[in-house]
């Protein structure tokens, strides 16, 4: 596995629904750093109906980013935290242009190279399929799906047991045409900018989640 500093460092992308959540939380399993995922953040904060959780919330709704000054302010104090030393997987940010270029300084500071940035390919027809089918255990956030992942016992998580599920508000129809929008939009021209620092790898994840996981972990160098 390629190392620098001190540890691993990842950056999973690409559209709304891509998997980038699910591949994070799948390396996490095998390399045991910190996993930040900025929408699971804001999700956080949105759900203690303070005045600034009412306004995420309502930019999350309508698929709309949350600014850059907000979400820049939120990750950079978070990756200086203890459980970050030996690196992390981001999922989710950087998604604009001034994003990548303040963790791309963040992270020259440090002396800290990225090790990779890893766009997850899939077409917008398969990404409204899978978005508007997803769900979640709410006790222990395992993702299902109604057609592709459905748990073995009706009702019930494979993982925990549980018994209740929930599906985002943002999972609608409306709000993933606006999300493929601002998408392509403001988080695309990043590709080409990690393109040019020579860290873009391009996976593509239309197949199964284990068989991407196998590619990222190819390109990770990861063999167990
Ligand atoms: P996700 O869980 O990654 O799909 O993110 C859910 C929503 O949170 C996005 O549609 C945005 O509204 C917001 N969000 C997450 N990460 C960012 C970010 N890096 N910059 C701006 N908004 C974000």
Redesign the pocket.
């Known amino acids: 596995m390629s190392k620098n500093g001190s540890g691993l460092h990842i950056v999973f992308t690409g559209a ?2 891509c998997g ?2 699910t591949q994070a939380r799948a390396l996490k399993e095998k390399v045991d750093i910190c996993h930040l ?7 956080a904060e949105a759900a203690k109906g303070t005045p600034l959780g009412s306004e ?1 919330s309502a ?2 709704d309508g ?6 000054e ?2 820049i302010k939120m ?1 950079s104090s978070r990756i200086e935290e203890d459980d970050c030393k030996n690196g992390f997987i981001l ?6 242009l001034p ?1 990548a270029t303040v963790l791309d300084e963040l992270l020259e500071q440090k002396g800290i190279k990225l090790d990779a940035v890893i766009e997850i390919q899939v077409p917008d027809e398969i990404i409204m399929e899978r978005i508007l089918g997803r769900y979640a255990c709410m006790t222990c956030g395992e993702g299902y799906h109604d057609k592709f992942h459905k748990p073995k016992v009706y009702g019930v998580c494979d993982k925990c047991g549980g018994t209740n599920f929930y599906r ?1 508000i ?1 999972d609608n129809r409306t709000t993933v045409q606006n ?1 493929l929008v ?1 998408y392509r939009a403001l988080t695309y021209p990043t590709i080409p900018f990690f393109e040019k620092k020579g860290v873009l790898c391009c996976v593509d994840g239309t197949g199964t989640i284990e068989a991407t996981s196998k590619k990222v972990n190819v390109i990770l160098g990861i063999t167990q």
């Open positions: 709304p629904g980038k959540g995922s900025t929408g699971e953040m804001l999700r995420i930019l999350i698929g709309n980013l949350v600014p850059d907000m979400i990750l999922d989710g940010f950087p998604r604009t994003q985002r943002d999300r601002n």
